[in-house]
């Protein structure tokens, strides 16, 4: 779940998501025996920038509505080797920085040569306003937990207040406040499953002044009260089967 819309993608598929989003993710088939395996990559703007520019992919004008952009791609044998070999890399750390720059480049040839192309251009060449929310972005998943100001975000990105906010919804399909809001109610309940944290002091931890208004904001976003939530999540896992 990306805000309001669901994405379903399986085994042999990636999800690729414009901008850092808020997501709720659910995993239905998986077990002991079969576990489920994911791995995140983040594609390097620069690196696609110059495929694009050596590809001689003819570039369109930027879309001036640029809501967040998220797409299903199946994924090629090219981009699972690429994968493979990025995640054989962990074994020869001194070797990353080397050969994954080989990698990643390579990620985006396969991206940029096949039927997902005009999306990954799109997403990639972002105009300025687009660059300047990126980083404001980046900024509020760093200091989630501090209370913000739309106003200050919007100095850093060089916007106006009313520039920043209708740039950044366009981005991102929510308000700053809603992003920021998603982002603690999303790590209050990693905490709860993690760790030993009460309620109130998970509340405190992601930022929230109040434990009632945290209660009332995580029930509406996840359907439970916070004490309800964290009982089934832990009971789950104590009665979850254990392969030696």
């Not at 085994?11 to 998986?30: D, K, M, N, Y």
């Not at 696609?48 to 003819?58: D, H, K």
């Not at 570039?59 to 080797?81: E, G």
Request: charged letters at 25%; a positive charge; one cysteine or more.
């Amino acid at each position: 779940m990306v805000g309001e819309k669901r994405y379903d993608y399986r085994a042999g598929q990636a999800f690729i998501l414009s901008v850092e989003e808020p997501c709720r993710c659910t995993v239905p088939v998986a077990s002991p025996i079969h576990p489920y395996l994911g791995l995140v990559v983040e594609l390097d703007r620069g690196y696609t920038q110059q495929v694009i520019e050596e590809l001689g992919i003819r570039l369109k004008p930027a879309r001036k509505d640029r809501a967040c952009d998220a797409f299903v791609l199946d994924l090629t044998p090219q981009l699972l080797d690429c994968a493979l070999r990025a995640v054989r890399l962990l074994d020869t750390p001194e070797a990353i920085p080397m050969l994954y720059p080989g990698i990643m480049r390579e990620i985006c040839y396969w991206l940029l040569t096949g039927p997902a192309c005009d999306q990954i251009v799109d997403i990639t060449m972002a105009n300025v306003h687009d660059r300047r929310v990126l980083q404001a972005i980046q900024h509020l998943r760093g200091k989630f937990s501090d209370p913000i100001r739309v106003e200050q975000l919007a100095t850093a990105a060089g916007m106006s207040p009313a520039t920043f906010h209708r740039q950044f919804k366009s981005a991102t399909s929510m308000s700053p406040l809603q992003y920021q809001k998603q982002l603690r109610l999303l790590e209050a309940r990693r905490l709860m499953i993690t760790s030993n944290f009460n309620v109130e002091n998970i509340a405190f931890e992601v930022g929230y002044v109040s434990a009632s208004q945290f209660s009332r904001e995580y029930t509406r976003m996840f359907g439970k009260p916070p004490r309800r939530d964290m009982s089934t999540c832990k009971s789950s896992q104590s009665t979850a089967p254990h392969v030696a």
